[in-house]
């Protein structure tokens, strides 16, 4: 290929991943290692519309199933949790009292296997897929070995009272700092499994992000960074501050700075295109401290963070 094709080519390449990214609802997740085991997870939850937010603590022992018929995935709950629902249906973000956290964000690519509901196949509603994750795995090598054997189905359907089909991808992370991405590309489960793996945004799909996180890598942050609210520009900059912020152990620094790198990736409240309709604004955020046990909710319509301290649960 010349050199004039391959350009043509690569910018192609990049007007395609702008063009998907302004068509999805937006999220960024972002992983903070520190020295001594201090670890912190923070995402923010963008959605074009109102998307309510409680937060709940589940107990350890609790029966479960996975909500997709009558061969759905059963199992009682090994680990407690702390986590914050959407329209109190769906897990969307988490923290076991392991340390092991997971947050679902939106994914426009994401075609699952096909399930039949009521048939021989284990079915798990895209919903609990979070929730099973925090009751029954301590750390991300777990979960990993775990459902890559792919022992159920993950089964997805339309957002309650709306037309739009609910397609995520999963990130863990845990208290030493692992992570892994989940995703469910053409049917098939795709694993990427790697300390290093410490951000995530939405489309495209990880592979891409990380190649165009490898391209702007080679262009000094201090001089520039992409600022649009675009997935693949959220994930630059997320990458870039979460490494350039202090390293320390020192929660009462740690912790801020986390929360103003998130904020960082987050969209301003009220922000509308007409010509890129789903550009969503930041609903809330969430910090977990994996090291400490504590977990930080920040909602944007009421700007006090609130948070949970493990140590002062009865799981």
């Not at 709940?56 to 479960?64: A, E, V």
Request: charged fraction near 20%; include cysteine.
């Amino acid at each position: 290929m010349s050199t004039k094709s391959l350009k043509v080519v690569l910018t192609l390449f990049f007007l395609f991943v702008l063009f998907v990214s302004s068509l999805s609802f937006a999220c960024t997740r972002v992983v903070y290692q520190g020295p001594n085991g201090t670890i912190f997870t923070a995402r923010s939850m963008d959605w074009k519309g109102d998307i309510p937010a409680n937060l709940w603590i589940f107990p350890r022992g609790m029966n479960r199933n996975g909500e997709s018929g009558s061969t759905s995935v059963k199992w009682k709950s090994k680990y407690g949790s702390v986590i914050t629902s959407s329209w109190d249906i769906t897990s969307s973000d988490g923290m076991n009292e392991k340390g092991l956290v997971g947050n679902l964000l939106w994914l426009s690519e994401s075609v699952y296997p096909k399930f039949e509901k009521n048939k021989d196949k284990p079915g798990l509603a895209v919903s609990l897929w979070l929730q099973y994750v925090l009751d029954n795995f301590a750390t991300v090598s777990e979960a990993v070995d775990f459902l890559r054997k792919e022992q159920f189905v993950v089964a997805s359907s339309h957002i309650p009272g709306t037309d739009i089909f609910a397609t995520v991808h999963l990130s863990l992370s845990d208290s030493s700092g692992d992570n892994a991405i989940f995703e469910y590309i053409n049917g098939k489960l795709v694993i990427h499994h790697d300390r290093s793996f410490v951000t995530m945004t939405n489309s495209p799909i990880f592979e891409e992000q990380l190649a165009i996180n490898a391209y702007w890598k080679g262009i000094p942050g201090t001089i520039t960074l992409p600022g649009t609210n675009r997935a693949a520009d959220r994930f630059t900059r997320a990458a870039y501050y979460i490494d350039a912020i202090p390293k320390t152990d020192n929660t009462r620094v740690a912790l801020p700075s986390v929360f103003s790198v998130i904020r960082n990736c987050s969209v301003p409240l009220g922000i509308s295109s007409e010509t890129e309709p789903n550009i969503s604004s930041t609903r809330w955020r969430t910090v977990a401290d994996q090291k400490n046990l504590v977990y930080y909710f920040d909602n944007v319509l009421n700007p006090n963070v609130v948070w949970v301290e493990f140590s002062k649960i009865d799981f």
